[in-house]
Antibody, heavy 117, light 110 residues
Framework: QVQLQLWGAGLLKPSETLSLTCAVY????????WTWIRQAPGKGLEWIGE???????NYNPSLKSRVTISEDTSKNQFSLNLTSVTAADTAVYYC???????????WGRGNLVSVSS | QSALTQPASVSGSPGQSITISCTGT?????????VSWYQHDPGKAPKLLIY???KRPSGVSNRFSASKSANTASLTISGLQAEDEADYYC??????????FGGGTKLTVL
């Protein structure tokens, strides 16, 4: 059974870089759209971006200038970097497996990241 | 790219049916048959309930069904059970290799 487990720093100061990693256990990175999604307190889900099978990436236009998503196939992991964070980036961050840019059929549990001075 | 609109909350008694709406625009829900629905128990990983507007993944109860008309998608849960109490989110492909989610609906089983 494939599982996603994510980790990373939970408390950041404004202007720092958020870094999260999601490991894929029991399956391969190959062929899927590896995606990051977040949920700010009291808000809905927000799609952050994806790493796709071609090796390319796509990002939410509202975050594009600050986001990098990458894969490490040797470790079966993918990562999210979000630079210059502010309090508005405080959220629970999820990693998910996308299928052909149609839906997300597997999610990790979520990691709360708080940004505070 | 605005979030899809869902009611903040819905409620129903065990055995009843409820419907959650998800309203987007002609740029997302209305333009693509790529609406999906997710069930989320806070503290757990969200779970895929419906994909491509009406399809249920293996293992998802047939009490969950969905549809779409124009810019609005809907999720119906029939035979409501206590275990259905959770947050529900819709999602649509929005073109340009992007997705948009709804604000979420909290389902309370009375």
């Amino acid at each position: 059974q494939v599982q996603l487990q994510l980790w990373g720093a939970g408390l950041l100061k404004p202007s720092e870089t958020l870094s999260l990693t999601c490991a894929v256990y029991g399956g391969s990175l190959s062929g899927y759209y590896w995606t990051w999604i977040r949920q700010a307190p009291g808000k809905g889900l927000e799609w952050i971006g994806e790493s796709i099978p071609t090796g390319s990436t796509n990002y939410n236009p509202s975050l594009k200038s600050r986001v990098t998503i990458s894969e490490d196939t040797s470790k079966n992991q993918f990562s999210l970097n979000l630079t210059s964070v502010t309090a508005a980036d405080t959220a629970v961050y999820y990693c998910a497996r996308g299928v052909k840019r149609r839906y997300f059929n597997l999610w990790g549990r979520g990691n709360l990241v708080s940004v505070s001075s | 790219q605005s979030a899809l609109t869902q009611p903040a909350s819905v409620s129903g008694s065990p055995g009843q049916s409820i419907t959650i709406s998800c309203t987007g625009t002609s740029n997302d829900v209305g333009n693509y048959n790529l609406v999906s629905w997710y069930q989320h128990d806070p503290g757990k990983a969200p779970k895929l309930l419906i994909y491509e507007v009406t399809k249920r993944p293996s293992g998802v109860s047939n009490r969950f069904s969905a549809s779409k008309s124009a810019n609005t998608a809907s999720l119906t849960i029939s035979g409501l059970q206590a275990e259905d109490e959770a947050d529900y989110y819709c999602c649509s492909y929005a073109g340009g290799s992007t997705f948009v989610f709804g604000g979420g609906t909290k389902l309370t089983v009375l």
